[in-house]
């Protein structure tokens, strides 16, 4: 009997949370999660300030690259006097947030950790690692081809007018892309721990594809820099990609079949 007990108590202590917190040490633990967070984007905006320009100038170059390409004048212009500035400050958080995103989904694990058994917490490191790298993938890729070929197609069309494009609309513009498929890249590791708890299943993502797919192009029109069906193409297929890669992640990572695994192991 002393020996069964030994055998299974590391199985139970595996099995139970690290701790249990009540809803409003949920929000001060939010709290002090977000406020970290902010502080670091803050610093990180603070050491990219010192760059601005230089970041502006490869913020800049998609644009005028395609203004060169169909002989227009090569400048941007401003309507106010404050613009230069609160396009550099835009300029430096958006550098400041991908240098500190390291830290930021640090803090970010730290907050959803709590709620894991501890034998997921070994998933720290993967999830720190694939976080990190598909926002950034997201927002190269927006930046190399989504956003050149957004500009392409606008600025093409108009030719025959002379373009006064504004420093503020051009940087919402590019915020917009950038960011916007740097999250929409995130969407396995959303997966991930939505099968992580239970809430979906690779079956259930699979059998519901044509919602999926739906969804996805809803999000492409939305997001999209132009109207036209072939820029909602090029936002919609890195997301059906991701989709198909969400799904073996569920299915790797669902309590199912981690049980079945476990089951087949011990058997």
Not at 9 to 38: A, K
Not at 243 to 264: C, D, E, M, N
Request: aromatic content about 14%.
């Amino acid at each position: 009997m002393p020996e069964a007990v030994t055998e299974l108590e590391p199985q139970e202590s595996e099995r139970e949370p690290m701790t249990s917190m009540s809803f409003l040490e949920h929000l001060e633990e939010l709290r002090t999660r977000i406020f970290h967070s902010l502080i670091a984007v803050a610093a990180g905006m603070g050491v990219c300030w010192w760059y601005h320009q230089a970041l502006f100038g490869y913020m800049q170059k998609p644009i005028l690259d395609v203004l060169r390409q169909n002989g227009l004048p090569q400048k941007l212009v401003y309507l106010t006097p404050a613009e230069p500035f609160n396009l550099y400050l835009k300029v430096s958080a958006l550098a400041g947030l991908f240098l500190t995103s390291p830290y930021v989904l640090y803090q970010v694990w730290l907050f959803i950790s709590p709620g894991l058994y501890r034998k997921e917490k070994r998933y720290a490191i993967p999830f720190m690692v694939s976080t990190i790298f598909l926002f950034t993938a997201g927002g190269y890729f927006g930046y190399r081809l989504v956003y050149p070929a957004a500009l392409k197609f606008l600025i093409g069309i108009g030719t025959q007018f002379t373009p006064m494009i504004t420093i503020h609309e051009y940087t919402d513009l590019f915020l917009t892309v950038i960011l916007g498929l740097g999250l929409v890249f995130e969407m396995p590791i959303l997966i991930f721990f939505l099968a992580l708890m239970g809430v979906v299943s690779a079956g259930w993502m699979w059998r519901n594809i044509r919602y999926g797919i739906l969804a996805i192009f809803i999000i492409a029109g939305a997001l999209a820099p132009t109207p036209d069906i072939s820029s909602m193409c090029v936002f919609a297929a890195p997301m059906l990609v991701l989709y198909l890669v969400s799904i073996g992640v569920a299915y790797i990572v669902h309590p199912t079949q981690r049980q079945a695994r476990a089951a087949k192991k011990n058997a």
